[in-house]
């Protein structure tokens, strides 16, 4: 209970029939003063004679005391009391005896001699007990949100989401910025992934697409000249969910003209240290590292790598030169790798070797091989005598190990190497207890491939979005070369990309987008569109780029995840008010639902 409200608001105007003060805010100061207060049923004791209630409402608890010698009336509705009713109490607010105070209320040096209790709505047991951090099942507290969002620590949750959604508000105005909303029933923005579509009443067979980003709106409001513009919107997006993806989330979305890459990258820095001194008090570590894409990848086999330990990936390949061991000698002969993780004064057993081999595993690791280094020249390793002896100790020196370290090695294709022990370095860190808890590292990742093969969809795609610039020099080599498609030249080529990445979770994206309608329309003909698709889908974007359009850019940071981690939840949905499960299906309304057929009559919609 210490620290809430979180930032000690006020309660403003209240209606002083029900209440005088709230709940929360009485201290020994206010000693002797007659009060009414009005809120619910956290608690309630019996000691005979005497009932103990706690009262609570948004701004906190306070405990009332019934004394049946005092105020026969108001002990007497108390016993009739359960816990979650809805009260009124009239008293008079007095220090505790020395000795009972409670240093875990903020309000624990007073208590509210009753002398009125009015009843204002009886409850019906709750299926959740508010007064108990929660602990059930999510598909449980969900049914019953609206309950468990009475639990101190969730309202807490909200009331700091709102605080930082209020911070960034007044941090943009600070600067120059214009909220401007744009539609939620619009046209479909490629954002990689399916739309939530709504059918047309009016236009049987035509359906809106509700916004994956306001991304084109956003470059819009670029081309009319608004020049800074931000939103705090909602975004949908139906694809297949897994933890920290909801279907449909709040992103913070930027977006400002004549400007680089370094402006927007400042802009987002200087809001976040703010914000996270606000709302934490803790600082953050500046300046926040910048890796390219592939130095990320190389380094850390992610490109949203978590700072909070190190444990780098390093290139062994060189000890296994001339080995024999005929696993490793295919792979660097057809142009494989082998690199390696040092995990130092820890020797993993069979049985966690196999799990760590899992984590590998979702990376496209086949295998781990490892070797635990014992005293002098002796060793451990599943390689056994595939390995020599000179060998083991060229990755001893590499990995700079000692005595007593093992070293964890995948090999293959550069790619799935990376990535394999990209999955491991977390598993690592976190079955060794090494992220260093309490902090905020962040750091940018830019340079991103513009594009990659899609394998389900077989054919290139973007990696951010159609929008976003490719690195000019790059652009020209791929011109001058004629339009090579599945070229190096094109899968080789950068764009002006970069995603903030806090605690290893990708927070945010953007990008310096494309101001010439020409290439915008070339980048459509690589993704694949025929001019009729262009035209249809987005002939009145490329056709907008003609009219004017100044070098923007801009960055969409998640809302959710930035309220997930300045508050230590879980997960995102946990930082929703009524969030959805990971079947995209709300427990509480149970939709979607199904809908009459006059509905679908009306909409022109006969169902399958
Ligand atoms: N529209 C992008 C997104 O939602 C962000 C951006 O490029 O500004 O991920």
Redesign the pocket.
């Known amino acids: 209970m210490t620290g809430f409200p979180p930032f000690g608001e006020k309660p403003g105007p209240i209606n002083r029939n029900y209440r005088t003060h709230v709940c929360g805010e009485l201290r020994a100061d206010h000693a002797g003063e007659k009060v009414r207060l009005s809120g619910w049923v956290h608690h309630r004791r019996d000691m005979g004679g005497v009932i103990f209630l706690v009262l609570r409402d948004r701004w906190g608890i306070v405990q009332v005391t019934c004394d049946q010698s005092i105020s026969p009336d108001a002990y007497e509705a108390a016993s009739e009391i359960k816990n979650e009713w809805v009260i009124a109490v009239r008293g008079t607010v007095a220090r505790r005896p020395a000795g009972l105070e409670n240093p875990d209320m903020l309000t624990g040096e007073v208590e509210i001699k009753a002398s009125k209790i009015t009843i204002l709505t009886r409850a019906e047991t709750p299926p959740l007990v508010i007064e108990q951090e929660g602990a059930e099942e999510a598909s449980f507290r969900w049914k019953y949100r609206y309950l468990e969002m009475r639990r101190p620590e969730v309202q807490r949750r909200f009331i700091v989401r709102d605080r930082i959604i209020n911070f960034i508000r007044d941090f943009h105005h600070a600067r120059g910025f214009v909220e401007i909303e744009t539609p939620i029933l619009g046209k479909s923005?490629p954002?990689g992934a399916r739309d939530y579509l709504v059918p047309s009443r009016i236009d049987h067979g035509n359906f809106y697409a509700l916004p994956?980003?306001?991304?084109m709106y956003?470059q819009l409001c670029m081309i009319a000249g608004y020049d800074k513009y931000f939103q705090i919107p909602k975004?949908f997006r139906d694809e297949d969910l897994r933890a920290n993806r909801a279907p449909e989330f709040t992103?913070l979305?930027?977006?400002m003209s004549f400007v680089e890459e370094e402006d927007i990258i400042s802009h987002t820095e200087e809001m976040l240290i703010g914000l996270i001194k606000e709302i934490t008090g803790k600082p953050v570590e500046t300046p926040f590292p910048r890796y390219t894409y592939w130095e990320a990848m190389e380094r850390y086999g992610s490109d949203k790598p978590d700072l909070r330990f190190d444990l780098p990936i390093i290139d062994i390949s060189e000890a296994f030169k001339k080995t024999e061991f005929k696993i490793f000698r295919g792979i660097l002969d057809s142009g494989g790798t082998i690199r390696a993780i040092h995990l130092a004064g820890a020797q993993p057993s069979r049985k966690e070797i196999d799990d760590f081999q899992k984590e590998a595993g979702k990376g496209g690791a086949k295998g781990l091989a490892w070797i635990a280094y014992e005293e002098g020249e002796k060793i451990r390793s599943a390689m056994g005598k595939h390995m020599s002896e000179d060998e083991a100790q060229k990755v001893k020196q590499i990995m700079k190990a000692d005595d007593g370290d093992a070293v964890l090695i995948v090999a293959g294709k550069k790619r799935i190497v990376l990535e394999s022990l990209g999955y491991l370095r977390n598993a690592l860190a976190k079955f060794y207890d090494l992220v260093e808890p309490g902090v905020f590292k962040i750091c940018w990742v830019t340079d991103f491939p513009m594009f990659e093969y899609s394998e389900t969809e077989g054919k290139v795609v973007s990696q951010?979005?159609p929008?976003?610039q490719p690195n000019a020099e790059q652009w020209q080599e791929w011109i001058d070369a004629g339009k090579p498609m599945d070229s190096d030249l094109l899968y080789g080529m950068l764009s002006r990309?970069y995603d903030i990445v806090l605690n290893g979770d990708e927070i945010?994206?953007?990008?310096i987008?494309i101001h010439d309608p020409g290439q915008q329309a070339e980048i459509f003909r690589i993704l694949g569109l025929s001019e009729e698709q262009i035209k249809s889908m987005f002939g009145f974007f490329v056709d907008a780029l003609k009219y004017g359009t100044p070098p923007h850019?801009?960055?969409?940071p998640g809302i959710d995840r930035i309220v997930m981690h300045l508050t230590g939840a879980e997960n995102i949905a946990e930082c929703m008010a009524f969030p959805k499960t990971l079947k995209a299906t709300d427990l509480m309304t149970g939709a979607p639902s199904e809908v009459s057929d006059a509905q679908l009559k009306e909409l022109g919609i006969k169902l399958r």
């Open positions: 923005t954002e994956q980003s306001p991304q956003k975004c992103q979305d930027v977006e951010h979005h929008f976003t990309a945010g994206g953007g990008s987008r850019g801009g960055i969409a």
